[in-house]
Every structure is written in C-alpha cells, then in structure tokens.
C-alpha cells in the first residue's frame, strides 16, 4: 500500500482530490489517499496525529495560501521533517504548493519541498495550478512513485476549459456563440460572473440557485466563470478579455445587468482593470458569500466577519460595484468517504437568492427604460441631526 498524507489551506481542492484519489484507488499499486483540511488540524492532539501519519506515509502534499499559518500542522511538520534528515533517517517525499503565490509561501514551500533544484517541485506546482481531477490524479501518481523511489517523468498538464458558460440544465460552453440559443431576444439578460475555481471544483450549489430564481423571473442568465487576472502560464483570459468575449456583442454590452460574485477588487490590484466593469456600461451588483455557517452568520449580531466585509464588500465598491446582499456560506458538514478530509461548500441562503434576483430584475428593467420616462430622487444625508446643519 503507497500512501500519501494531504492537508489542504482552503479545502477548496477536495472535491476534486477525492475523485483523483477514488480514479486510482483500483490501479495495482494500492494508492491510500489521507486528507485533512486546516479546519480539522485545530488542537495539538489532531495535529500530532497528522505528523505522525505524515511522517510513515510515502509522500505528503501541502497546498499554502497566504503564508504557512494556513497549515495549523506546519511548524510541527517541519520540525519533525527537520529532525529526521538531520539524523539520516528516510523522510517521505514532501511537495508544497504555494497557493497564493506571495514571496512568504514560495519560500517556506522551496524551503521543505523535494525536487526544488531539478524542477520537479515546479512541475508538479503546475499540475496542481492547472487544476482539474486528471491533473491532480497526475500529481498523486508521481509523488507516490517517487516517494517509492521511482523517478518518473512529470508530465505535462491536461488542458482545462480556463473560462466559460456554465447553466445548471444546458452545461457547459466554451464560448458565447455556442450559448446564444439559450438567451431570448425579446428578455431582459442578467449576466453572472463567478470564479473559475467554483466550476473545476464542482462547488455551485448557489450559483445553481441564483440562475433558476432569475429565470423564473422570465429573464435570461448568462453565467460566466473565469479569473481576474491573466496568467501567462495558465492561458486564461483577464477580466477585460472576459468581458469583452462574454458580455459584449458588437461593441456594446448583450447584458442588461451583472452580478459580480468575485470578491476582492481588481483596482486595488492592478489599476490597469479599473475601467473593466464602469466601461461594460451596466449596473453591476456584488453578490456576496460568507466564510461563515449559516448558523454562525444568522445567529450573530454582526452577520458578516470583519473579513467578509472587506473582501465582499468593502474592496469590490473600488471596481464600482453596487454592494448587495450575502447568497450563500460555507458548511463544513462533510467528512469525504474516500480521503476523510472535511469537505467546504457553498449553500445558498433561499431568501437572500430570491431578494438579489428581484434586485437584478428591477435593475435590468430601469436600464431599459428610457430616461424621459424615469422618475429620480436625490436623498440628502443628514448627520448629525442638528438644526444648524
């Protein structure tokens, strides 16, 4: 039995994890597949546990995003990995993703990474990038055979579709001309653009429920996954490519209004992006999701996380999104059969859902209003309440 120990900063990979594993679960060299996500490394005893199986297991695969305190288990990893080398006893073959990409994580990755100086920690970073269960299931054949000893070839990454239409009932297409039979002319269309990671992973459950709430509202959806930013590597398009190829037809926008379930902003980032979504030329309203349960998020005074707002709401408003209402949060309410990680997904708030999709509806029919025929009111905030103001 080869067996290989995953600990996950996000959880956000599983899924996808999972399926790899369960692929290769019948091949003839017996691959076990141990899995934990940073939620389930959240005392000493469990992360104790997991350096123990880390350490007796063939290879170990970390995925880091935003430094090495988004792996509860590091320093206890490192030291025990540390402490062998040191002593000569054999160590498995360690892999580190640096996620994120920050300077930090690259470093601590290449710091304990095997195969850093001969670039096979590069090709296998690139497989992981690359996403996808073929790729990952590339990833844990590899590791598993040079944990082994065997020092097989890295080979090169499966293509993956890097940005387009995904609907519930019509699946998925590559390109709007493919889709257009699905948008009737005589509706108002609602755009949505989420990110690509949210279809390679399989985690739709709300996007599912925003797109069936809006059609039921007699309007058209078109439901776009992609990145921000381009990526030379990855070849996808950026978020000004995107638009122009999803949202534009002839010159002018084919959507009457766009809801953004991207958090972040891209000016803050890239002030190259900042005129993406003002020069579309439609209200864009941001859809925002909580890394919070329901239970935590309903019951709490404060509803979102200090977090939540900043990344949900705070920063879109640089991209001039109009902020909006949370659609969803995040369970962690399945342990996976298969690797016995605890898997993360997005749950639509049923009421949240219907209230953005009347929202979108009541925008996309003052855009198709004429302007002599719309009635406006300008309300002056008075703060603080007194006299002399």
């Known amino acids: 039995m080869t067996t290989i120990c995953y600990c996950s900063a996000t959880a956000t990979e599983l899924p996808i994890l999972s399926q790899a594993a369960a692929s290769l679960a019948g091949d003839d060299q017996r691959l076990q597949v141990v899995a ?13 546990a997991f350096v123990e199986t880390a350490m007796a297991a063939d290879a170990v695969v970390i995925t880091l995003h935003g430094g090495t305190m988004s792996c509860p288990a590091w320093e206890s990893l490192v030291a025990a990995l540390d402490r062998r080398r040191s002593d000569g006893v054999p160590t498995p073959f360690v892999l580190v993703h640096p996620e994120g990409g920050d300077e930090e994580t690259v470093l601590a990755a290449r710091r304990i990474s095997d195969g850093v100086d001969d670039d096979r920690w590069a090709a296998l970073c690139r497989l992981l990038a690359s996403g996808g269960t073929v790729n990952v299931a590339t990833v844990l054949q590899t590791v598993a055979a040079w944990g082994a000893g065997d020092r097989r070839d890295v080979p090169a990454p499966t293509a993956v579709l890097r940005q387009g239409i995904h609907h519930p009932r019509h699946g998925d297409f590559a390109d709007l001309e493919d889709y ?10 609602v755009g949505l653009l989420f990110p690509q990671v949210y279809w390679l992973n399989q985690n739709l459950e709300h996007l599912h429920a925003l797109v069936l709430a809006i059609e039921e509202r007699g309007a058209n959806v078109l439901p776009v996954f992609g990145y921000r930013f381009r990526d030379e590597q990855l070849g996808n398009l950026g978020a000004d490519e995107l638009v122009e190829a999803f949202f534009t037809r002839d010159g002018r926008a084919c959507v009457d209004v766009l809801v953004n379930v991207m958090s972040m902003s891209m000016t803050i980032v890239d002030p190259r992006y900042s005129r993406v979504l003002p020069d579309l030329d439609v209200p864009v309203l941001q859809a925002m999701t909580s890394i919070a ?16 707002v ?24 399945t342990v996976d059969p298969v690797t016995g990680a605890l898997l993360a997904r997005l749950v639509p708030i049923p009421d949240r859902v219907t209230r953005l ?33």
């Open 36 to 48: 934990r996500s940073a939620a389930q490394l959240s005392d000493p005893v469990r992360v104790a």
């Open 180 to 189: 257009a039979r699905h948008l009737e002319p005589d509706r108002p269309t």
């Open 293 to 308: 349960s329901y239970e935590q998020w309903a019951g709490g005074p404060r509803g979102l996380s200090t977090l939540d």
């Open 310 to 333: 900043a990344t949900q709401a705070a920063q879109p408003e640089f991209d001039g999104n109009l902020i909006t209402l949370p659609v969803a949060t995040r369970e962690l309410d």
């Open 357 to 389: 999709a009347d929202l979108a509806l009541h925008w996309a029919a003052l855009r198709r209003t004429p302007n002599a025929d719309k009635r406006v009111a300008v309300v002056f905030h008075h703060h603080p309440p007194r006299n002399d103001r």
